[in-house]
């Protein structure tokens, strides 16, 4: 394939609380459903350090879908008395947010209110304000699966009984009072503490979250969390889809010295296009049209149309082809659903650095058929046949076209 750089980015082509039941008197234990996502504070020394905190924030679909915003949850009392009065002026204070619903790595996938099974939420620190942390990029599946299993061992002591399952003592979260069942204190000796799975400075989770999903407060400014929802596995009937790995960023939660903590949904990207940008962390110059952060030699414009990575190089799988067929030359390339109303195109020249012609249906004998999810559920098959009658040193080039929208 050669590559050119023009107006158009351009690829051408050649050839829920119960009773413990136990002996002995029954103990309330902390409100927890799977799904829910778990607000945890820790400390390193001083006031405190011994336990730690954790909150349940409620499902984590909710933050997801921009349903459940504002404030939250109101921990000062809580905070105080585990920290002392002055938690939220210590540097040695953290905060950080994780969940998932269910991190299985085998069996059907199964949908939950648009999450498929290893689905975690997790949060990053934001240090300049909502929504500029850097987003979560993650290997493949099956790390973000390990992750899963991590966060899932962390909540198993929130886990509501159902009758058969062994909740030793260390595992009965005795709620807080006046947190509605939501909040519980832990010594930092329980299996499954809070800070066991999440140490200050990470890896966190199974070693897999480098750098952990915690931030400290230390006063001053706005504490602020970025939550990101990271899929382990894929599914056609995931909402939103993203792909395996990639942070999606929900929205951001803050916190100030009365304990208040509030949550504000991640704004709407303005086009298709932003959203897959913001699917893959890109940001600044490397967010756009034109760019290649890859060095792949494909504009993210063109990554964008063809459902391509654009932190990822080499991927020939899925690049346009185009070959002939006796006097016709056959340019297939892979249209995403996002990227249809950007309308890209096929443009085609004997001479690549002279003038380009559009390829229209109907005009000079083109004829262009779309083969809707003809590679996978989303992505469309596009092909252009072009006329094409070889001569003597005659050749064709081809290339695929497309615009950025306002």
């Known amino acids: 394939m050669n590559l050119a750089s023009t107006p158009a980015l351009a690829l051408l082509a050649t050839v829920s609380v119960v009773s413990a039941g136990l002996s002995g008197p029954a103990r309330a234990q902390m409100v927890y459903t799977p799904g829910d996502i778990i607000l945890g504070f820790q400390a390193t020394g001083g006031d405190g350090s011994s336990n730690t905190y ?39 204070v953290y905060w950080g947010i994780a969940g998932v619903r269910d991190p299985s790595a085998g069996g059907p996938v ?32 099956p790390t973000v699966i390990s992750a899963a299993t991590s966060v899932a061992s962390m909540q198993f002591g929130f886990n509501t009984l159902n009758g058969s399952d062994v909740i030793t003592p260390e595992t009965q979260r005795p709620p807080t009072p006046g947190s509605n069942g939501r909040g519980a204190v832990q010594g930092t000796g329980d299996i499954n503490n809070w800070s066991v799975f999440n140490p200050v400075g990470g890896p966190a989770f199974g070693n897999v979250l480098t750098g952990g999903v915690q931030a400290a407060l230390g006063g001053g400014d706005t504490p602020w969390l970025d939550l990101y929802r ?6 056609a009937s995931a909402t939103p889809n993203s792909p395996l790995g990639q942070g999606l960023l929900v929205g951001s939660f803050s916190i100030n010295a009365a304990g208040e903590v509030r949550f504000q949904a991640a704004s709407t990207p303005s086009n298709p296009y932003d959203t897959w940008a913001g699917t893959f962390g890109l940001t600044g110059a490397s967010a756009g049209f034109a760019a290649d952060p890859d060095g792949d030699g494909l504009d993210n414009g063109v990554e964008f149309v063809i459902g391509g990575h654009p932190q990822r190089a080499a991927e020939a799988d899925i690049a346009p082809t185009l070959t002939r067929e006796g006097e016709t030359v056959v340019f297939v390339f892979r249209r995403t659903d996002a990227a249809a109303a950007f309308n890209p195109g096929v443009e085609f020249s004997t001479n690549q650095f002279a003038t380009w012609t559009p390829a229209i249906h109907g005009t000079a004998g083109v004829t262009v058929t779309t083969e809707n999810d003809g590679f996978a559920a989303g992505v469309d098959r596009v092909t252009v046949r072009l006329p094409w009658t070889p001569s003597a040193g005659a050749s064709i080039f081809t290339r695929l076209a497309v615009q950025p929208k306002p």
């Open 54 to 92: 954790v909150y349940n924030l409620g499902a984590g679909t909710g933050f997801r879908d921009g349903t459940t915003t504002g404030l939250i949850a109101t921990l000062g009392a809580d905070l105080a008395t585990t920290f002392g009065v002055g938690w939220f002026g210590r540097s040695d």
């Open 110 to 141: 199964g949908v939950v209110s648009g999450d498929p099974k290893a689905t975690i939420y997790v949060s990053r620190g934001a240090a300049a304000g909502a929504g500029t942390s850097t987003p979560w990029v993650l290997a493949s599946g």
């Open 230 to 235: 990271i899929m382990g596995r894929s599914s």
